[in-house]
C-alpha cells in the first residue's frame, strides 16, 4: 500500500517508494530503498518535502543500521567504523593483498599435485586481509581492483574473497563470521581445479556433458573442504551454496530462500559481480556499474532481494578501484567511498581529458562539490570495464 508522508514522519525501516522530485540529480542511486539510518533521512529532508512510502515493503524498527537485516542472521551484530584514513592503510594493504596471493597460489598448487589442502595458509590470508579491511575497507578494494592479473581461476578466488570480506564486513557480521565469509569466496571454486582446463578455457558454447561436468565442481570442492583438517564446517557448507539461487533455479540442491543462509546468498551475489566484471573466455568484462544494474533487475528472483540491495550499498554504484571518464573527460580512480553519498565517491585524477598522465595527480572529494568549470561541479559520466582503460596502480598510489 502506498502513502504519502512528510519527510518530517520518515523513520528508519520506512519503504520509499517514490520522491515529490526526479531521482535524477538526488544522491540516491536507485528508485525505490528502505531507509535504514538517520543520514539517509537527513539527506531525504533536504532533496524533498514529501515522499511515498509503500507500507508494504516497510520493515520493523529492527531492520535499520546496527540491527540484523529482516530474514538474515548472523548480519548487524557489529558497527565497524573505519579506524585509519585510507592512504594511511595502503601499505599494510599492499603487503596484505600480495600475501594473500602468494598464499593462495600454495594452496592451489597443493591441491593440484597432492589434492590437499592447506587450510592454516588459506586461513591467515583471509585473517590478514580482514584485518586490513577492518582498518579501512577502501585501501584493500583499491589494491585489489587494480592489481596485476595472471591466472583466471587464482584471481577470481582473490576477487571474490575481498568482496565477501568487505559485504560481510558492511552487513555487520562478527570478525569470525567476516572470516568465514572471506574463506567462502577464497575457496568456493576449488573444486574447478580438477577439471580439463581446455574446458574452461573453451571460447564456444558448452555442451550438455562438458556443462554436466563443470557443474560438478560444486560437489568435488565441498568433498575438499569438508575433508580438510582445520577449516570451519561452515567454510564447505557457505561454499556449496554459491551456485544455488534466491528463486530455486540454481544448482546442485535447487535450494531456495532461506534455505541458502545469509553466506550462501552472499556467495551467489559476489560469484556473478566477479564474473561479470572480468574477462572471460567466452567474452568480455563488464563495466561495475553495468554489472550492478544488472544485479538489481536480478533481485527478488535470483538473488535475495535485499542483499542485493545492500551489497550496491557496500561497494557503491562506482566501487573503489573502478577507471571513470569525468565530465570535463579526465580519467580518474575511485580510491574511496563517502559513505552516505555512494554517487559521489573521492576520486584521483590521473590522466588529463587528451589522455596524457597527470603530474601531480589531481584528489576531488565529489562530494564537496569541486568545479570543472565556472558553471559546473566535477561528476562522473560514466565507467570503464576492469582493465580496459590502461591505468596501472603506480599512477594512482606512489611507492
Not at 591467515?124 to 584493500?140: E, F, H, I, Y
Not at 574447478?192 to 554436466?212: G, H, I, Y
Not at 556467495?267 to 567466452?282: E, M, Q, S
Request: proline share 5%; with cysteine; aromatic share 6%.
Amino acid at each position: 500500500m502506498k502513502k504519502k508522508i512528510s519527510v518530517q514522519e520518515l523513520q528508519p525501516g520506512m519503504y520509499v517508494w517514490e520522491l515529490d522530485r526526479p531521482w535524477v540529480g538526488t544522491p540516491f542511486m536507485y528508485q525505490g530503498f528502505v531507509v535504514r539510518t538517520p543520514e539517509e533521512i537527513e539527506t531525504l529532508r533536504k532533496v524533498c518535502r514529501e515522499v511515498f512510502i509503500d507500507t508494504e515493503r516497510t520493515e520493523s524498527p529492527g531492520a535499520a543500521a546496527g540491527a540484523p537485516l529482516a530474514g538474515l542472521p548472523g548480519t548487524g551484530k557489529v558497527v565497524h567504523g573505519e579506524k585509519v584514513e585510507v592512504d594511511a592503510e595502503w601499505p599494510e594493504a599492499r603487503v596484505a593483498l600480495h600475501e594473500a596471493h602468494d598464499s593462495l597460489a600454495g594452496v592451489f598448487d597443493a591441491v593440484r599435485v597432492r589434492k590437499t589442502l592447506e587450510a592454516n595458509q588459506a586461513r591467515t590470508a583471509v585473517g590478514n586481509m580482514t584485518a586490513s579491511m577492518l582498518r579501512n575497507p577502501d585501501a584493500l578494494m583499491l589494491f585489489s581492483a587494480m592489481r596485476e592479473r595472471g591466472g583466471y581461476q587464482l584471481e577470481r578466488a582473490m576477487d571474490v574473497s575481498v568482496y565477501m570480506i568487505a559485504f560481510a564486513r558492511f552487513l555487520g557480521m562478527s570478525e569470525e563470521d567476516i572470516e568465514h565469509a572471506g574463506l567462502v569466496g577464497l575457496l568456493q571454486d576449488i573444486g574447478m581445479l580438477d577439471l580439463p582446463q581446455e574446458m574452461l578455457r573453451k571460447v564456444t558454447r558448452l555442451e550438455p556433458a562438458e556443462f554436466k561436468i563443470i557443474r560438478g565442481h560444486v560437489a568435488r570442492g565441498r568433498e575438499i573442504l569438508a575433508g580438510t583438517s582445520g577449516l570451519a564446517a561452515a567454510v564447505a557448507e557457505g561454499a556449496a551454496l554459491h551456485h544455488e539461487r534466491y528463486d530455486g533455479s540454481g544448482y546442485p540442491a535447487g535450494l531456495k530462500g532461506s534455505a541458502l543462509g545469509t553466506i550462501g546468498a552472499m556467495a551467489g551475489i559476489v560469484d556473478t559481480f566477479g564474473a561479470l566484471t572480468v574477462k572471460r573466455p567466452y567474452g568480455q568484462a563488464m563495466s561495475p556499474s553495468n554489472a550492478l544494474n544488472l544485479l538489481f533487475r536480478m533481485r527478488g528472483r535470483t538473488f535475495h532481494p535485499q542483499l542485493v540491495e545492500q551489497f550496491i550499498r557496500c561497494i557503491g554504484y562506482f566501487p573503489v578501484g573502478s577507471v571513470v571518464e569525468l565530465n570535463s573527460g579526465e580519467i580518474g580512480v575511485v580510491v574511496a567511498q563517502n559513505t552516505e553519498q555512494r554517487l559521489q565517491p573521492k576520486v584521483m585524477v590521473v590522466r588529463d581529458a587528451r589522455g596524457q598522465p597527470l603530474r601531480p595527480q589531481k584528489f576531488l572529494n565529489l562530494a564537496k562539490l569541486p568545479k570543472a568549470s565556472a558553471d559546473e561541479p566535477y561528476r562522473i559520466r560514466r565507467t570503464l570495464e576492469f582493465g580496459r582503460a590502461g591505468v596501472t596502480l603506480a599512477e594512482v598510489v606512489a611507492g
